[in-house]
């Protein structure tokens, strides 16, 4: 799929990776051409930075596209892809239906199965990367997990197109690997949280950790975790640690740092 | 301090600091003229790398040299201190003791003070990063924070000859900024280490999670960790967790994600 033949795309959310994935497939030859937001400005935001229409009732979403992603939050997607299924339902002609047959539709959320989806051609497409609004970030090189009984090989192609690595996965599955981003990502971005509020205690700036970050982060690429651990809690210097849990004053911190220091200690026994 | 005047140094210790701090001070024109460690095979490994002499006993430290760096486990930092003043004294003779006045003798540990330094020449050379010993890691751009009353200059600008940032720092503050660094990296790397057990019971490979974790890590260079968070505990979904939850068959894990998920959401409140 090239410059050439890029896909017409309706994208149903305008979140943080709405956002992303939209100008990253319109910088890989394909055209956005609505963006729906239950929240008016959102719908606004996103469509003017992609050149397209903005819509914020799903009765104005056009029944005439090939492919809808479906990139918005986990509790409304199941109503938001049954209300949007109805609207184009009532408005194709009974026996020329692109909704019920030409269309694909897609969701972009590794925590929820396929079957959220009622449509009769339906599909997962799960970037494994964390996105905000404000950052672009490359799509190529990055994983893409797939499913769909219908379509795989249409996801395939548009992941290729926009040079990602493709990997099919069925909802199971998906299921652990949402869980082990949630680890890997939001997690670990919390102790970072946590570290910038210990410095800032004493004043000093979060910028003095990014080198250690930075490296902790490199070092998985040629050590498997286990092997990477240094600090306290994997000598379990226990004086050490008893030092650092009389420094915090936040109890469900010291649970925090005693729990953590417990399971790394276990971990390597 | 350039090529010309770097110092002679010894090295008491053999672990993973202790062994890149000695290989970039080479690199960066000193001369690490003995390495100590009691256990033969460490002392005899990194003296060969560094092509300087091991010793395994105290005695056998020299006590001609201008410059002791003390890089050994917290626990027997304070044991190995006085040791080896002790044995330093012993050898030289009295009224020209260079031990006594003339070196200068400095440790690497980020949560111990400088008082556990019974020298009246003492200092502290804490370098911000996590060392394994097969992995070698830049010190330039390393952040490096020193306390000595009477060796500042000195630290400063040995610091500087290998091209770190330099921070003086009281032992006080030092503690917190190592209590910070547990959680930047000791419990961010063990939160990769979860997130590769989740995936290993799908047969799913860690590698697929660089990309993501190389993000996460990049985000908080232009971003707070604050503003950087994504994910179902920022957004409280507790379906999402739930579900997580019902993942979880260690009940320690199970109890690291509730109290997480707990704390990313006071963090934004």
Redesign the interface.
Known sequence: MGQGDGMEIVCIGAG?LATRLCVALQQCGHRVVQVFSRTEECAAALAAQLGCEPVCRLEDVTPEAPLYILSV???VLEEVAHGLYASLLRRVAPGRSNVGAGALFVHTAG?MPLDVLPMLRRGVFYP?????KQ?E?PFA???VFIESPTDAAVLRTLAESMGC?V?E?DSA?R?????????????????????????A??G?P?E????????????????????????????Y?Q??MQ??LD??EDE??K???N??S???H??TL
Request: hydrophobic share 40%.
């Open positions: 943080n939050r986990d509790q925590s494994m990367q964390t996105f905000s950052r970030v090189g990055l994983p690595g990997y996965m599955s299921r652990y690997l949402h869980l082990a981003a949630v680890f890997a990502c939001n997690f670990s971005n919390h102790m970072y949280d946590v570290c910038a509020r210990v410095l205690r004493k000093i979060f003095v950790m990014l080198p250690l970050i930075d490296e902790t982060a490199r070092k998985v690429h040629a050590l498997t975790p286990r092997e990477a651990q240094t600090g306290p809690a994997v000598r210097d004086t050490v030092r650092h420094l915090l469900d911190l649970q925090i740092y729990l953590l417990q399971h790394i276990q971990y």
